[in-house]
Protein backbone atom coordinates (compact mmCIF):
# COMPACT_ATOMS: atom_id res chain seq x y z
CA UNK A 1 0.00 0.00 0.00
CA UNK A 2 2.77 2.40 1.17
CA UNK A 3 4.62 1.76 -2.21
CA UNK A 4 1.73 2.25 -4.22
CA UNK A 5 0.65 5.79 -2.72
CA UNK A 6 4.63 6.61 -2.98
CA UNK A 7 4.83 5.85 -7.01
CA UNK A 8 1.53 8.11 -7.43
CA UNK A 9 2.81 10.87 -5.69
CA UNK A 10 5.86 10.52 -8.00
CA UNK A 11 3.78 10.45 -10.95
CA UNK A 12 1.83 13.48 -10.36
CA UNK A 13 4.74 15.59 -9.34
CA UNK A 14 6.47 14.70 -12.66
CA UNK A 15 3.45 15.73 -14.53
CA UNK A 16 3.17 18.83 -12.49
CA UNK A 17 6.69 19.48 -13.09
CA UNK A 18 5.98 19.30 -16.74
CA UNK A 19 2.78 21.48 -16.47
CA UNK A 20 5.07 24.16 -14.56
CA UNK A 21 7.79 24.17 -17.52
CA UNK A 22 5.18 24.17 -20.43
CA UNK A 23 3.74 27.11 -18.91
CA UNK A 24 7.39 29.36 -18.16
CA UNK A 25 7.81 28.35 -22.29
CA UNK A 26 4.54 30.02 -22.88
CA UNK A 27 5.24 32.93 -20.76
CA UNK A 28 8.96 33.65 -22.54
CA UNK A 29 6.87 33.32 -26.19
CA UNK A 30 4.45 35.63 -25.55
CA UNK A 31 6.83 38.28 -24.30
CA UNK A 32 9.15 38.14 -27.02
CA UNK A 33 5.92 38.55 -29.23
CA UNK A 34 4.09 41.57 -27.37
CA UNK A 35 7.42 43.57 -26.16
CA UNK A 36 8.38 44.10 -30.27
CA UNK A 37 4.83 44.98 -30.82
CA UNK A 38 5.06 47.79 -28.22
CA UNK A 39 7.59 48.88 -29.29
CA UNK A 40 6.65 49.40 -32.79
CA UNK A 41 3.76 51.04 -31.90
CA UNK A 42 5.58 52.92 -29.70
CA UNK A 43 7.71 56.33 -30.22
CA UNK A 44 8.54 57.40 -27.25
CA UNK A 45 12.03 56.01 -27.20
CA UNK A 46 12.83 57.44 -30.46
CA UNK A 47 11.76 60.45 -29.31
CA UNK A 48 13.61 60.71 -26.26
CA UNK A 49 17.00 59.71 -27.46
CA UNK A 50 16.34 62.10 -30.82
CA UNK A 51 16.19 59.38 -33.74
CA UNK A 52 13.17 59.37 -35.69
CA UNK A 53 10.64 56.61 -35.49
CA UNK A 54 11.70 55.25 -38.96
CA UNK A 55 15.14 55.14 -38.64
CA UNK A 56 16.84 52.53 -39.52
CA UNK A 57 18.85 52.81 -36.28
CA UNK A 58 15.51 50.89 -34.68
CA UNK A 59 15.84 48.40 -37.02
CA UNK A 60 16.51 44.73 -35.31
CA UNK A 61 20.50 44.15 -35.18
CA UNK A 62 19.32 40.69 -38.24
CA UNK A 63 17.85 43.04 -40.17
CA UNK A 64 20.28 46.00 -39.89
CA UNK A 65 23.18 43.31 -41.15
CA UNK A 66 21.14 42.19 -44.17
CA UNK A 67 20.81 45.91 -45.31
CA UNK A 68 24.60 46.30 -44.85
CA UNK A 69 25.34 42.69 -46.45
CA UNK A 70 22.89 43.85 -49.84
CA UNK A 71 24.67 47.63 -49.54
CA UNK A 72 28.11 46.09 -50.17
CA UNK A 73 27.32 43.22 -52.25
CA UNK A 74 24.05 44.34 -54.90
CA UNK A 75 25.29 47.42 -55.45
CA UNK A 76 28.67 49.59 -57.12
CA UNK A 77 29.35 52.27 -53.98
CA UNK A 78 32.93 50.95 -52.14
CA UNK A 79 32.40 49.71 -48.50
CA UNK A 80 33.28 52.99 -46.98
CA UNK A 81 30.52 55.02 -48.32
CA UNK A 82 28.03 52.79 -47.89
CA UNK A 83 29.66 52.55 -44.17
CA UNK A 84 29.33 56.03 -44.08
CA UNK A 85 25.63 56.09 -45.15
CA UNK A 86 24.46 53.45 -42.59
CA UNK A 87 26.68 55.08 -39.57
CA UNK A 88 24.48 58.10 -40.74
CA UNK A 89 21.54 56.20 -40.85
CA UNK A 90 20.64 58.50 -43.45
CA UNK A 91 19.86 57.05 -47.25
CA UNK A 92 21.70 60.15 -48.82
CA UNK A 93 22.18 60.71 -52.33
CA UNK A 94 25.66 62.46 -53.70
CA UNK A 95 25.28 65.70 -53.74
CA UNK A 96 23.01 65.83 -50.56
CA UNK A 97 25.86 65.64 -47.98
CA UNK A 98 25.82 68.31 -45.45
CA UNK A 99 28.64 71.48 -46.33
CA UNK A 100 30.54 73.31 -43.58
CA UNK A 101 31.01 76.92 -44.41
CA UNK A 102 33.21 78.72 -42.23
CA UNK A 103 31.93 82.04 -40.76
CA UNK A 104 33.99 84.22 -39.02
CA UNK A 105 36.29 83.47 -36.07
CA UNK A 106 35.96 79.20 -35.51
CA UNK A 107 31.84 79.63 -36.37
CA UNK A 108 31.26 76.75 -38.27
CA UNK A 109 27.67 76.16 -39.81
CA UNK A 110 26.64 72.88 -41.44
CA UNK A 111 23.87 73.89 -44.63
CA UNK A 112 22.22 70.76 -46.92
CA UNK A 113 23.87 70.96 -50.38
CA UNK A 114 26.50 69.95 -52.65
CA UNK A 115 29.97 70.90 -51.76
CA UNK A 116 30.85 71.06 -55.48
CA UNK A 117 27.86 73.50 -55.78
CA UNK A 118 29.34 75.66 -53.25
CA UNK A 119 33.09 75.62 -54.45
CA UNK A 120 31.80 76.51 -58.01
CA UNK A 121 29.74 79.50 -55.71
CA UNK A 122 33.29 80.50 -54.01
CA UNK A 123 35.08 83.56 -55.36
CA UNK A 124 37.98 82.17 -56.40
CA UNK A 125 35.53 79.98 -58.94
CA UNK A 126 33.59 82.98 -59.99
CA UNK A 127 37.29 84.86 -61.35
CA UNK A 128 36.06 86.43 -64.94
CA UNK A 129 38.19 85.47 -67.63
CA UNK A 130 38.82 88.67 -70.03
CA UNK A 131 36.06 89.48 -72.59
CA UNK A 132 36.04 87.00 -75.51
CA UNK A 133 36.06 89.25 -78.56
CA UNK A 134 35.21 87.83 -82.30
CA UNK A 135 39.44 87.03 -82.89
CA UNK A 136 39.47 84.81 -79.42
CA UNK A 137 36.86 82.53 -80.36
CA UNK A 138 38.15 79.46 -81.94
CA UNK A 139 34.85 79.37 -84.41
CA UNK A 140 32.90 82.13 -86.23
CA UNK A 141 29.42 81.03 -86.80
CA UNK A 142 27.01 82.16 -89.17
CA UNK A 143 23.95 82.57 -86.62
CA UNK A 144 21.35 81.65 -89.90
CA UNK A 145 22.63 78.20 -90.53
CA UNK A 146 20.55 75.68 -88.99
CA UNK A 147 21.32 72.57 -88.40
CA UNK A 148 18.32 69.57 -88.41
CA UNK A 149 18.36 65.98 -89.76
CA UNK A 150 15.81 64.48 -92.38
CA UNK A 151 12.44 63.91 -90.40
CA UNK A 152 12.36 60.27 -91.52
CA UNK A 153 14.98 59.23 -88.92
CA UNK A 154 17.94 59.05 -91.37
CA UNK A 155 21.64 60.50 -90.92
CA UNK A 156 21.83 62.88 -93.67
CA UNK A 157 22.13 66.31 -93.84
CA UNK A 158 19.19 68.89 -94.79
CA UNK A 159 20.38 71.91 -95.98
CA UNK A 160 19.00 75.39 -94.44
CA UNK A 161 16.61 75.83 -96.87
CA UNK A 162 14.47 73.01 -96.33
CA UNK A 163 15.49 72.79 -92.82
CA UNK A 164 13.08 75.73 -91.91
CA UNK A 165 10.18 73.50 -92.50
CA UNK A 166 11.28 70.79 -90.04
CA UNK A 167 12.54 73.83 -86.66
CA UNK A 168 9.75 73.74 -84.43
CA UNK A 169 8.31 77.74 -84.46
CA UNK A 170 10.41 80.10 -82.05
CA UNK A 171 13.65 78.26 -82.46
CA UNK A 172 17.01 79.86 -83.20
CA UNK A 173 19.44 78.80 -85.31
CA UNK A 174 21.71 77.82 -82.51
CA UNK A 175 19.10 76.04 -80.49
CA UNK A 176 18.85 73.16 -83.36
CA UNK A 177 22.52 72.49 -83.38
CA UNK A 178 23.58 69.33 -80.94
CA UNK A 179 25.45 69.29 -77.64
CA UNK A 180 28.78 68.59 -79.05
CA UNK A 181 28.57 71.38 -82.00
CA UNK A 182 27.83 73.96 -79.01
CA UNK A 183 30.89 72.60 -77.69
CA UNK A 184 33.06 73.14 -80.19
CA UNK A 185 31.81 76.58 -81.19
CA UNK A 186 31.99 77.88 -77.34
CA UNK A 187 35.75 77.23 -77.45
CA UNK A 188 37.74 80.02 -76.74
CA UNK A 189 41.18 81.75 -76.29
CA UNK A 190 40.53 81.29 -72.71
CA UNK A 191 38.60 77.83 -72.14
CA UNK A 192 37.51 75.13 -73.20
CA UNK A 193 34.19 74.99 -71.77
CA UNK A 194 32.69 77.85 -69.04
CA UNK A 195 32.70 76.99 -65.55
CA UNK A 196 28.47 77.21 -64.90
CA UNK A 197 28.16 75.40 -68.58
CA UNK A 198 24.45 74.68 -68.33
CA UNK A 199 25.75 72.34 -71.46
CA UNK A 200 27.85 69.82 -69.77
CA UNK A 201 24.57 67.52 -68.39
CA UNK A 202 23.22 67.10 -71.69
CA UNK A 203 26.79 66.63 -73.51
CA UNK A 204 27.89 63.56 -70.53
CA UNK A 205 24.36 62.23 -71.00
CA UNK A 206 24.77 62.06 -74.73
CA UNK A 207 28.37 60.74 -74.90
CA UNK A 208 26.65 57.87 -72.29
CA UNK A 209 23.49 57.16 -73.83
CA UNK A 210 23.50 58.22 -77.42
CA UNK A 211 22.97 55.56 -80.36
CA UNK A 212 26.32 54.16 -81.87
CA UNK A 213 26.01 54.40 -85.58
CA UNK A 214 30.07 53.28 -86.25
CA UNK A 215 32.97 52.18 -84.43
CA UNK A 216 36.67 52.06 -86.05
CA UNK A 217 39.92 51.88 -84.37
CA UNK A 218 42.19 55.17 -83.88
CA UNK A 219 44.74 54.98 -86.07
CA UNK A 220 48.24 55.63 -83.90
CA UNK A 221 48.63 55.44 -80.32
CA UNK A 222 50.51 52.10 -78.50
CA UNK A 223 47.22 51.18 -77.29
CA UNK A 224 43.95 50.35 -78.41
CA UNK A 225 41.21 53.06 -79.12
CA UNK A 226 38.05 53.23 -81.10
CA UNK A 227 36.36 56.73 -82.59
CA UNK A 228 32.36 55.60 -82.08
CA UNK A 229 30.42 58.32 -83.85
CA UNK A 230 26.89 58.94 -82.96
CA UNK A 231 23.64 59.97 -85.56
CA UNK A 232 23.71 63.72 -84.57
CA UNK A 233 26.87 63.03 -86.31
CA UNK A 234 28.98 63.79 -83.04
CA UNK A 235 31.70 61.56 -82.12
CA UNK A 236 33.75 59.93 -79.21
CA UNK A 237 36.81 58.27 -78.57
CA UNK A 238 36.54 55.13 -76.63
CA UNK A 239 39.05 53.61 -74.37
CA UNK A 240 38.19 50.17 -73.10
CA UNK A 241 38.39 48.68 -69.30
CA UNK A 242 41.83 47.19 -69.12
CA UNK A 243 42.15 47.16 -65.59
CA UNK A 244 39.77 46.66 -62.35
CA UNK A 245 39.63 49.59 -60.16
CA UNK A 246 41.62 47.82 -56.81
CA UNK A 247 44.61 47.00 -59.26
CA UNK A 248 47.62 49.07 -59.05
CA UNK A 249 50.63 49.32 -61.48
CA UNK A 250 53.35 47.17 -60.63
CA UNK A 251 56.22 48.86 -59.12
CA UNK A 252 58.59 47.08 -61.93
CA UNK A 253 56.51 49.03 -64.73
CA UNK A 254 58.20 51.48 -66.67
CA UNK A 255 56.13 54.56 -67.28
CA UNK A 256 56.07 54.44 -70.94
CA UNK A 257 54.56 50.09 -71.01
CA UNK A 258 51.82 51.08 -68.16
CA UNK A 259 48.31 49.79 -68.97
CA UNK A 260 45.59 52.98 -70.58
CA UNK A 261 42.98 53.41 -68.00
CA UNK A 262 39.48 54.06 -69.02
CA UNK A 263 38.67 55.70 -65.52
CA UNK A 264 42.07 57.51 -65.35
CA UNK A 265 39.79 59.51 -68.23
CA UNK A 266 36.89 60.09 -66.43
CA UNK A 267 38.25 61.21 -63.05
CA UNK A 268 40.98 63.54 -64.85
CA UNK A 269 38.13 65.51 -66.48
CA UNK A 270 36.23 65.50 -63.06
CA UNK A 271 39.32 66.65 -61.37
CA UNK A 272 40.71 69.08 -63.74
CA UNK A 273 36.91 70.91 -63.22
CA UNK A 274 37.51 71.04 -59.96
CA UNK A 275 41.28 72.55 -60.28
CA UNK A 276 39.44 75.10 -62.55
CA UNK A 277 41.73 74.54 -65.40
CA UNK A 278 38.84 73.36 -67.50
CA UNK A 279 41.66 72.33 -70.37
CA UNK A 280 40.09 68.37 -70.73
CA UNK A 281 37.71 67.89 -73.20
CA UNK A 282 34.23 65.94 -71.30
CA UNK A 283 34.42 62.60 -70.53
CA UNK A 284 31.62 59.94 -69.34
CA UNK A 285 31.90 56.31 -68.60
CA UNK A 286 29.61 54.18 -70.44
CA UNK A 287 28.94 50.30 -70.59
CA UNK A 288 28.78 49.17 -74.07
CA UNK A 289 27.26 45.97 -75.90
CA UNK A 290 30.80 44.66 -77.88
CA UNK A 291 28.55 42.59 -80.10
CA UNK A 292 26.18 44.89 -81.07
CA UNK A 293 28.17 48.41 -80.69
CA UNK A 294 30.95 47.10 -81.73
CA UNK A 295 31.80 44.04 -83.87
CA UNK A 296 28.25 44.59 -85.73
CA UNK A 297 28.69 47.75 -86.95
CA UNK A 298 32.34 48.14 -87.56
CA UNK A 299 33.58 49.18 -91.44
CA UNK A 300 38.10 48.24 -89.95
CA UNK A 301 38.70 44.88 -91.15
CA UNK A 302 41.37 45.03 -89.24
CA UNK A 303 39.45 45.53 -86.22
CA UNK A 304 37.17 43.24 -87.29
CA UNK A 305 39.31 39.85 -87.61
CA UNK A 306 40.65 40.35 -84.25
CA UNK A 307 36.80 39.33 -82.43
CA UNK A 308 36.61 35.86 -80.77
CA UNK A 309 34.80 33.82 -78.32
CA UNK A 310 36.40 32.68 -75.39
CA UNK A 311 36.53 29.70 -73.67
CA UNK A 312 34.66 31.12 -71.03
CA UNK A 313 31.97 32.08 -74.01
CA UNK A 314 32.80 35.64 -73.39
CA UNK A 315 32.63 37.95 -76.71
CA UNK A 316 36.84 39.25 -76.66
CA UNK A 317 38.90 41.49 -79.54
CA UNK A 318 42.26 42.96 -79.18
CA UNK A 319 42.79 45.21 -82.75
CA UNK A 320 45.89 46.28 -83.60
CA UNK A 321 48.64 48.38 -81.90
CA UNK A 322 52.24 48.82 -80.65
CA UNK A 323 51.46 47.63 -77.24
CA UNK A 324 49.17 44.47 -75.40
CA UNK A 325 47.18 43.97 -79.14
CA UNK A 326 47.02 40.30 -78.53
CA UNK A 327 45.12 37.39 -77.64
CA UNK A 328 47.07 37.29 -74.49
CA UNK A 329 45.43 40.80 -73.68
CA UNK A 330 42.11 40.85 -75.20
CA UNK A 331 39.40 43.04 -74.37
CA UNK A 332 36.53 40.35 -72.85
CA UNK A 333 32.97 41.21 -71.95
CA UNK A 334 30.50 39.78 -69.74
CA UNK A 335 29.16 38.11 -71.71
CA UNK A 336 29.51 40.93 -74.40
CA UNK A 337 29.17 44.11 -71.49
CA UNK A 338 32.80 45.99 -71.82
CA UNK A 339 32.87 49.47 -69.33
CA UNK A 340 35.30 52.08 -71.02
CA UNK A 341 35.54 55.86 -71.32
CA UNK A 342 33.61 58.55 -73.89
CA UNK A 343 35.46 61.47 -74.31
CA UNK A 344 34.64 64.39 -76.74
CA UNK A 345 36.71 64.49 -79.75
CA UNK A 346 37.88 68.16 -79.93
CA UNK A 347 37.25 69.63 -83.75
CA UNK A 348 38.80 68.22 -86.63
CA UNK A 349 41.95 69.71 -87.46
CA UNK A 350 40.57 70.48 -91.63
CA UNK A 351 38.48 72.79 -88.94
CA UNK A 352 40.88 73.99 -86.39
CA UNK A 353 44.39 73.04 -86.48
CA UNK A 354 46.31 72.26 -83.09
CA UNK A 355 50.23 73.11 -82.45
CA UNK A 356 52.18 69.70 -80.88
CA UNK A 357 54.87 70.92 -78.07
CA UNK A 358 57.45 68.55 -76.63
CA UNK A 359 57.55 69.02 -72.91
CA UNK A 360 60.72 70.82 -71.41
CA UNK A 361 60.40 67.82 -68.80
CA UNK A 362 59.70 65.22 -71.24
CA UNK A 363 61.14 61.84 -69.96
CA UNK A 364 63.49 59.48 -71.73
CA UNK A 365 61.44 57.03 -72.45
CA UNK A 366 64.67 54.56 -72.03
CA UNK A 367 64.76 51.77 -69.73
CA UNK A 368 68.51 53.49 -68.19
CA UNK A 369 68.95 56.85 -69.48
CA UNK A 370 67.90 60.36 -67.93
CA UNK A 371 66.81 63.05 -69.36
CA UNK A 372 68.32 66.59 -68.73
CA UNK A 373 66.28 68.03 -66.05
CA UNK A 374 67.52 65.35 -63.99
CA UNK A 375 70.26 65.47 -63.73
CA UNK A 376 70.35 69.63 -63.74
CA UNK A 377 69.05 71.02 -60.87
CA UNK A 378 69.29 74.63 -63.10
CA UNK A 379 67.10 73.24 -65.21
CA UNK A 380 64.64 75.78 -65.53
CA UNK A 381 67.08 78.84 -66.16
CA UNK A 382 68.03 77.45 -69.33
CA UNK A 383 63.85 76.76 -69.70
CA UNK A 384 62.84 80.08 -69.11
CA UNK A 385 65.25 81.51 -72.12
CA UNK A 386 63.70 79.09 -74.52
CA UNK A 387 60.30 80.47 -76.58
CA UNK A 388 57.35 80.71 -75.86
CA UNK A 389 58.43 79.98 -72.61
CA UNK A 390 60.67 83.43 -72.00
CA UNK A 391 57.16 85.62 -71.85
CA UNK A 392 53.53 85.03 -71.42
CA UNK A 393 51.88 82.62 -68.98
CA UNK A 394 52.90 79.78 -71.01
CA UNK A 395 55.42 77.91 -68.41
CA UNK A 396 52.83 78.76 -65.54
CA UNK A 397 50.54 76.80 -67.35
CA UNK A 398 52.72 73.72 -67.51
CA UNK A 399 53.04 74.28 -63.92
CA UNK A 400 49.70 74.02 -63.88
CA UNK A 401 49.34 71.02 -65.98
CA UNK A 402 52.26 69.43 -63.77
CA UNK A 403 50.01 69.89 -60.37
CA UNK A 404 47.53 67.68 -62.19
CA UNK A 405 49.57 65.11 -63.58
CA UNK A 406 51.27 64.75 -59.85
CA UNK A 407 47.54 64.59 -58.35
CA UNK A 408 46.48 62.23 -60.08
CA UNK A 409 50.14 60.18 -60.42
CA UNK A 410 51.03 60.45 -64.41
CA UNK A 411 54.51 60.39 -65.47
CA UNK A 412 53.64 60.10 -69.34
CA UNK A 413 53.28 63.68 -70.27
CA UNK A 414 55.89 64.17 -72.96
CA UNK A 415 53.89 66.40 -75.22
CA UNK A 416 50.91 69.12 -75.11
CA UNK A 417 48.86 70.89 -77.78
CA UNK A 418 47.35 73.76 -78.02
CA UNK A 419 45.16 75.34 -81.01
CA UNK A 420 46.89 77.36 -83.28
CA UNK A 421 45.08 79.54 -84.18
CA UNK A 422 45.98 81.49 -80.85
CA UNK A 423 49.27 81.39 -81.68
CA UNK A 424 51.21 81.21 -77.71
CA UNK A 425 48.67 83.46 -76.31
CA UNK A 426 46.29 80.37 -74.95
CA UNK A 427 45.54 77.44 -72.52
CA UNK A 428 47.44 74.18 -73.36
CA UNK A 429 44.77 71.14 -73.72
CA UNK A 430 45.29 68.29 -71.34
CA UNK A 431 44.72 65.36 -73.54
CA UNK A 432 45.47 61.63 -72.97
CA UNK A 433 45.18 60.92 -69.25
CA UNK A 434 44.83 57.24 -69.32
CA UNK A 435 48.21 56.26 -67.87
CA UNK A 436 46.91 58.69 -64.02
CA UNK A 437 45.47 56.90 -61.32
CA UNK A 438 47.92 53.50 -61.09
CA UNK A 439 49.02 53.97 -58.07
CA UNK A 440 47.95 55.01 -54.48
CA UNK A 441 50.28 53.77 -52.45
CA UNK A 442 53.50 55.59 -53.74
CA UNK A 443 53.68 59.45 -55.23
CA UNK A 444 56.02 60.28 -57.71
CA UNK A 445 57.36 63.42 -56.71
CA UNK A 446 59.85 63.35 -59.73
CA UNK A 447 56.45 64.57 -61.53
CA UNK A 448 56.71 67.91 -59.62
CA UNK A 449 60.17 68.88 -61.04
CA UNK A 450 59.14 72.16 -63.07
CA UNK A 451 57.46 73.03 -59.96
CA UNK A 452 60.36 72.01 -57.91
CA UNK A 453 62.88 73.78 -60.15
CA UNK A 454 60.99 76.90 -61.11
CA UNK A 455 59.46 77.63 -58.07
CA UNK A 456 56.99 79.51 -59.98
CA UNK A 457 52.76 79.41 -60.04
CA UNK A 458 50.04 81.00 -60.71
CA UNK A 459 48.50 82.92 -57.44
CA UNK A 460 44.77 81.97 -58.42
CA UNK A 461 45.96 78.37 -58.43
CA UNK A 462 47.95 78.33 -55.05
CA UNK A 463 45.03 79.84 -53.54
CA UNK A 464 42.78 77.19 -54.59
CA UNK A 465 44.97 74.80 -53.83
CA UNK A 466 45.13 76.06 -50.15
CA UNK A 467 41.41 76.04 -50.49
CA UNK A 468 41.03 72.00 -51.41
CA UNK A 469 43.13 71.86 -48.42
CA UNK A 470 40.76 72.91 -46.14
CA UNK A 471 37.72 70.55 -44.86
CA UNK A 472 34.87 72.17 -46.22
CA UNK A 473 36.36 72.17 -49.63
CA UNK A 474 38.33 68.88 -49.37
CA UNK A 475 39.79 67.88 -52.54
CA UNK A 476 39.01 64.01 -52.62
CA UNK A 477 35.16 65.14 -50.91
CA UNK A 478 34.82 67.19 -54.37
CA UNK A 479 35.59 64.57 -57.00
CA UNK A 480 34.10 61.40 -54.96
CA UNK A 481 30.57 63.75 -55.59
CA UNK A 482 31.60 64.83 -59.28
CA UNK A 483 32.12 60.66 -59.86
CA UNK A 484 29.06 59.96 -57.84
CA UNK A 485 27.04 61.01 -61.35
CA UNK A 486 29.02 59.29 -63.59
CA UNK A 487 26.81 55.82 -65.17
CA UNK A 488 30.12 53.52 -63.89
CA UNK A 489 30.11 54.86 -60.26
CA UNK A 490 32.27 54.27 -58.61
CA UNK A 491 35.27 55.43 -61.11
CA UNK A 492 38.20 55.10 -58.63
CA UNK A 493 38.60 52.83 -55.77
CA UNK A 494 38.45 54.51 -51.94
CA UNK A 495 42.43 54.61 -52.19
CA UNK A 496 42.80 56.66 -55.17
CA UNK A 497 40.41 59.19 -53.27
CA UNK A 498 42.65 59.61 -50.31
CA UNK A 499 45.86 59.35 -51.85
CA UNK A 500 45.08 63.01 -53.68
CA UNK A 501 44.66 64.56 -50.28
CA UNK A 502 47.99 63.19 -49.24
CA UNK A 503 49.57 64.68 -52.61
CA UNK A 504 47.80 67.74 -52.39
CA UNK A 505 49.78 68.68 -49.30
CA UNK A 506 52.90 67.53 -50.85
CA UNK A 507 52.18 70.45 -53.69
CA UNK A 508 51.34 72.71 -50.58
CA UNK A 509 54.75 71.93 -49.42
CA UNK A 510 56.88 72.27 -52.36
CA UNK A 511 55.04 75.91 -52.31
CA UNK A 512 56.22 76.51 -49.07
CA UNK A 513 59.78 75.71 -48.92
CA UNK A 514 59.77 78.18 -52.30
CA UNK A 515 58.33 80.79 -50.22
CA UNK A 516 60.71 80.49 -47.19
CA UNK A 517 63.44 80.95 -49.74
CA UNK A 518 62.50 83.75 -52.00
CA UNK A 519 62.52 87.12 -51.15
CA UNK A 520 58.98 87.90 -51.47
CA UNK A 521 55.85 85.83 -51.73
CA UNK A 522 55.28 87.30 -55.41
CA UNK A 523 58.89 85.56 -56.58
CA UNK A 524 56.97 82.45 -56.57
CA UNK A 525 53.50 83.50 -56.73
CA UNK A 526 52.43 85.40 -59.69
CA UNK A 527 49.73 87.16 -59.79
CA UNK A 528 47.42 85.91 -62.78
CA UNK A 529 43.99 87.62 -61.39
CA UNK A 530 44.75 91.73 -61.13
CA UNK A 531 41.92 93.79 -61.24
CA UNK A 532 39.62 90.79 -62.21
CA UNK A 533 39.25 89.30 -58.74
Given at each position: ?????????????????????????????????????????????????????????????KKLSLRILQDFSGSNVSWEKSSQLQGAGLHTRAGELGVWHQQGEGNVEQTKGSKLAALFQHPL????????????????VNPME?????????????????????????????????????????INRYELYPRQDPLMPTLLRDLATQ?????????????????????????????????????????????????????????????????????????????????????????????????????????CFYGECSYYCSTEHALCGKPDQLEGSMATLLPDKTLAKRRS??????RSYHKSKKAEWELNPK?????????????????????????????????????????EKFGNDTFLLHLDNGRGFGTHSRDELSILAPLQQCCSIKKSTYLRLQLLATQPYRLSDLLREALATDPLDPVLAEPHLRALDRRLGKVLAVVGRCLGRAARPDEVLVDDMGSRV
Open positions: MYLRLQTLFQRKFKVGLLFLLLFALLVHLAMDVALPTAYRHCGCNAKASGVPSGSPVLASPYNIPIPEVTEKDKLFVKFSLRSSGSDEWVSSSKAEALLPTGKTAYDTYPAWLKFHIGRIISSVQKSGGTQLKLIMTFPNYGQALFKPMKQTRNQETPIDFFYFSDFERHNAEIAAFHLDRILDFRRIPPVSGRLVNITKEIRDITTDKKLAKTFFISPAGNVWRSPWRYCAQVRETPPYDRGHRLLDLIDMTVLDFLMGNMDRHHYETF
